[in-house]
C-alpha cells in the first residue's frame, strides 16, 4: 500500500472531516446512545461538574448555617434559594462558561469555584443592593482542597446513576428472568451437563437459576455504601484547625457528608481511598457476568431449537445474504458489551484502590471511565431483556430430544435400586454397573428400558413407579423450583 493510500481518508485527500462535524468516537454516544442516555445525566462530565457546583454550594450553606466562619453573616431564604439556584438550573449556558473559565484555570474544579464567585456577584442583580452575597466571594471552597469536592461530586453522581440507571436496568431484566421461570416452570427440557445428554430439568428451572444467581448480585449493588470525606489537603482538618479554631471539624465535616445522604469515611489521605467504588465495580462485573452466562446460555437454547425466535418481536432482518436466518443479535450484543463492561469494571476495581503515597492523579483519568463501564452493562441488559422477549419456548422441540432419551432414565433406576437395596430387597448388587452396561454406546428406547426394569425384580410399588416415568416427567422438583421467590 502506498503512502497515497495509507492517508486515503486524510482531509487532505479532499475527504470530509468527520471529527470537525462533532462525530462521536464512543459507540455509547453514536449508535448507543438511545439506550444508555439516562447516565449521561449522572456520568458525563457535564454531570460531574452539576454535582461539584452542588458539593460546593452546600459546603458554603453548611458553613454560614453553622456559624462555623466567625464574622460571617447569616443567609437569609431568599440568598440561600439563590446560592442553590445555580445546580438547580445547571445547563448549556453553565456548561459553555465553565469551559471558557477552564480554558483559562486549566483545573476543572477551579473553574467551578469561579462560576459560584460570577453566581454570587451577580446577586445584587435578583435579591438586591442590600445583600451579602457578593462579600462571600472568598467563602467559596474554604479550606477544600479539589480532591474534597470530586470525591463527593462522584459519590454522589455514582449513587444516583447506579440507583436510577444501573439497578432498573438490572431489575427489569430480573423481571423478565422471573417470569420466564414462571412461565416454563412446568415445561419438561433436557439438561446438558458437559455438553451431553444429562437428567432433565424444566426451562422455568433453569431460567430461575439465572434469576436467583442475578438476584443476589443486584441486592449486593443495592446495599452499597457510598462514602464521602471532607478533611483537606491530607486528611487532618490542618487548615481549617488554623483558620476557625473553634469548630469541631471532624463533627462539621461527618454533618455535612451525611446531610449530602452519603456515608462519612474519617481517616483518608488527600483521596477518599476509593475501597467503595473497588466493591461496587467488583459486584457491578459479577452481576454482568452472571447475565453474560445467560445470554450465552440463551444463545446455544435458541442453536438447539429450546427458544424460537419471534420474528415480529425482534424486528430484524437476519443474516444479510442468506434470507431464512434471523441471527440471535441481542444475546450477542449483550455477551460482547458484558465483556467490555467486566474488563473495565475490573481495572476500575483493581487501580482505584492505590494511590501513591497521599495522592497521585492516575484516579483522575480512571474514574472518567466508570460512565463508559456501566454503559455497556446497561446497553447490554436492555438488549437482553429484548431478546428474552423477542422468544418463545418450543415445548414440541424439547419434548422430542427427551423422548430420544430414554437412557437419563438410567440414574433415576440405579437409585431406586440402592433405596430398595438398603430397605432390604435382594438382587440389587451393581446397580451403577448394570446401567452403564445398557445404557453407554447403546441406542435404549422405552421399551429397552422398560424391559430392563422389569428384569431387575424390584419391590412391586418401586417398579411400578419406575415403569410410569418418562424422560418428560423426570424432573424432581423442578416445577416447584421455578416458583422460588427470588
Given at each position: 500500500?502506498?503512502?497515497?493510500?495509507?492517508?486515503?481518508?486524510?482531509?487532505?485527500?479532499?475527504?470530509?472531516?468527520?471529527?470537525?462535524?462533532?462525530?462521536?468516537?464512543?459507540?455509547?454516544?453514536?449508535?448507543?446512545?438511545?439506550?444508555?442516555?439516562?447516565?449521561?445525566?449522572?456520568?458525563?462530565?457535564?454531570?460531574?461538574?452539576?454535582?461539584?457546583?452542588?458539593?460546593?454550594?452546600?459546603?458554603?450553606?453548611?458553613?454560614?448555617?453553622?456559624?462555623?466562619?466567625?464574622?460571617?453573616?447569616?443567609?437569609?431564604?431568599?440568598?440561600?434559594?439563590?446560592?442553590?439556584?445555580?445546580?438547580?438550573?445547571?445547563?448549556?449556558?453553565?456548561?459553555?462558561?465553565?469551559?471558557?473559565?477552564?480554558?483559562?484555570?486549566?483545573?476543572?474544579?477551579?473553574?467551578?469555584?469561579?462560576?459560584?464567585?460570577?453566581?454570587?456577584?451577580?446577586?445584587?442583580?435578583?435579591?438586591?443592593?442590600?445583600?451579602?452575597?457578593?462579600?462571600?466571594?472568598?467563602?467559596?471552597?474554604?479550606?477544600?482542597?479539589?480532591?474534597?469536592?470530586?470525591?463527593?461530586?462522584?459519590?454522589?453522581?455514582?449513587?444516583?446513576?447506579?440507583?436510577?440507571?444501573?439497578?432498573?436496568?438490572?431489575?427489569?431484566?430480573?423481571?423478565?428472568?422471573?417470569?420466564?421461570?414462571?412461565?416454563?416452570?412446568?415445561?419438561?427440557?433436557?439438561?446438558?451437563?458437559?455438553?451431553?445428554?444429562?437428567?432433565?430439568?424444566?426451562?422455568?428451572?433453569?431460567?430461575?437459576?439465572?434469576?436467583?444467581?442475578?438476584?443476589?448480585?443486584?441486592?449486593?449493588?443495592?446495599?452499597?455504601?457510598?462514602?464521602?470525606?471532607?478533611?483537606?489537603?491530607?486528611?487532618?482538618?490542618?487548615?481549617?484547625?488554623?483558620?476557625?479554631?473553634?469548630?469541631?471539624?471532624?463533627?462539621?465535616?461527618?454533618?455535612?457528608?451525611?446531610?449530602?445522604?452519603?456515608?462519612?469515611?474519617?481517616?483518608t489521605t488527600q483521596i477518599e481511598?476509593?475501597?467503595?467504588?473497588?466493591?461496587?465495580?467488583?459486584?457491578?462485573?459479577?452481576?454482568?457476568?452472571?447475565?453474560?452466562?445467560?445470554?450465552?446460555?440463551?444463545?446455544?437454547?435458541?442453536?438447539?431449537?429450546?427458544?424460537?425466535?419471534?420474528?415480529?418481536?425482534?424486528?430484524?432482518?437476519?443474516?444479510?445474504?442468506?434470507?431464512?436466518?434471523?441471527?440471535?443479535?441481542?444475546?450477542?450484543?449483550?455477551?460482547?458489551?458484558?465483556?467490555?463492561?467486566?474488563?473495565?469494571?475490573?481495572?476500575?476495581?483493581?487501580?482505584?484502590?492505590?494511590?501513591?503515597?497521599?495522592?497521585?492523579?492516575?484516579?483522575?483519568?480512571?474514574?472518567?471511565?466508570?460512565?463508559?463501564?456501566?454503559?455497556?452493562?446497561?446497553?447490554?441488559?436492555?438488549?437482553?431483556?429484548?431478546?428474552?422477549?423477542?422468544?418463545?419456548?418450543?415445548?414440541?422441540?424439547?419434548?422430542?430430544?427427551?423422548?430420544?432419551?430414554?437412557?437419563?432414565?438410567?440414574?433415576?433406576?440405579?437409585?431406586?435400586?440402592?433405596?430398595?437395596?438398603?430397605?432390604?430387597?435382594?438382587?440389587?448388587?451393581?446397580?451403577?454397573?448394570?446401567?452403564?452396561?445398557?445404557?453407554?454406546?447403546?441406542?435404549?428406547?422405552?421399551?429397552?428400558?422398560?424391559?430392563?426394569i422389569a428384569g431387575l425384580g424390584?419391590?412391586?410399588?418401586?417398579?411400578?413407579?419406575?415403569?410410569?416415568?418418562?424422560?418428560?416427567?423426570?424432573v424432581g422438583l423442578s416445577s416447584?423450583?421455578?416458583?422460588?421467590?427470588?
Open positions: 500500500m502506498s503512502a497515497d493510500q495509507n492517508t486515503l481518508f486524510s482531509p487532505s485527500h479532499g475527504y470530509q472531516d468527520l471529527a470537525a462535524g462533532g462525530e462521536p468516537l464512543s459507540p455509547l454516544d453514536g449508535r448507543y446512545r438511545a439506550a444508555v442516555s439516562p447516565l449521561a445525566n449522572h456520568l458525563s462530565e457535564a454531570g460531574l461538574n452539576r454535582a461539584r457546583t452542588h458539593v460546593e454550594v452546600e459546603w458554603l450553606v453548611h458553613l454560614l448555617d453553622g456559624r462555623v466562619l466567625p464574622g460571617a453573616p447569616s443567609l437569609t431564604d431568599a440568598e440561600r434559594d439563590y446560592l442553590r439556584a445555580l445546580p438547580l438550573s445547571f445547563g448549556r449556558p453553565q456548561i459553555k462558561r465553565l469551559a471558557q473559565l477552564e480554558a483559562v484555570t486549566r483545573h476543572d474544579v477551579k473553574a467551578v469555584e469561579y462560576l459560584i464567585g460570577e453566581h454570587l456577584a451577580a446577586a445584587p442583580a435578583a435579591l438586591g443592593e442590600g445583600t451579602s452575597l457578593p462579600g462571600l466571594r472568598e467563602a467559596v471552597h474554604i479550606f477544600c482542597t479539589s480532591e474534597d469536592i470530586n470525591n463527593l461530586a462522584y459519590a454522589l453522581t455514582i449513587k444516583a446513576a447506579t440507583e436510577q440507571v444501573w439497578l432498573p436496568a438490572a431489575r427489569a431484566l430480573h423481571g423478565r428472568l422471573v417470569a420466564l421461570a414462571r412461565a416454563g416452570a412446568d415445561v419438561p427440557m433436557l439438561a446438558h451437563t458437559h455438553g451431553q445428554p444429562a437428567t432433565p430439568v424444566t426451562m422455568g428451572k433453569e431460567m430461575a437459576v439465572f434469576a436467583h444467581r442475578f438476584g443476589r448480585q443486584i441486592a449486593r449493588v443495592a446495599a452499597t455504601e457510598y462514602l464521602g470525606k471532607i478533611n483537606g489537603a491530607t486528611g487532618t482538618w490542618a487548615a481549617h484547625v488554623v483558620g476557625a479554631p473553634g469548630a469541631d471539624w471532624p463533627s462539621v465535616s461527618r454533618s455535612f457528608v451525611e446531610g449530602l445522604g452519603l456515608a462519612w469515611n474519617p481517616l481511598s476509593h475501597d467503595w467504588q473497588a466493591e461496587l465495580y467488583a459486584d457491578m462485573a459479577r452481576a454482568g457476568r452472571v447475565a453474560h452466562n445467560l445470554a450465552t446460555d440463551c444463545w446455544t437454547y435458541i442453536s438447539m431449537g429450546y427458544f424460537h425466535q419471534n420474528l415480529a418481536a425482534q424486528g430484524s432482518t437476519g443474516s444479510s445474504t442468506m434470507p431464512h436466518k434471523v441471527n440471535p443479535i441481542r444475546f450477542e450484543n449483550a455477551e460482547a458489551n458484558l465483556e467490555v463492561s467486566a474488563a473495565l469494571l475490573d481495572s476500575l476495581a483493581a487501580t482505584l484502590v492505590t494511590s501513591r503515597m497521599q495522592r497521585d492523579l492516575t484516579d483522575s483519568t480512571t474514574q472518567r471511565n466508570i460512565g463508559v463501564a456501566i454503559g455497556h452493562a446497561v446497553l447490554a441488559y436492555d438488549n437482553l431483556v429484548r431478546g428474552l422477549d423477542g422468544v418463545d419456548m418450543d415445548a414440541d422441540r424439547m419434548a422430542a430430544d427427551l423422548d430420544a432419551n430414554w437412557a437419563v432414565l438410567g440414574e433415576a433406576v440405579q437409585q431406586a435400586m440402592r433405596a430398595a437395596a438398603v430397605g432390604g430387597a435382594t438382587g440389587m448388587a451393581n446397580p451403577y454397573e448394570r446401567l452403564k452396561e445398557l445404557t453407554r454406546g447403546h441406542e435404549v428406547g422405552a421399551a429397552e428400558m422398560r424391559d430392563f424390584l419391590p412391586a410399588e418401586v417398579e411400578e413407579r419406575l415403569l410410569a416415568l418418562t424422560p418428560a416427567a423426570y416447584r423450583l421455578a416458583r422460588w421467590e427470588h
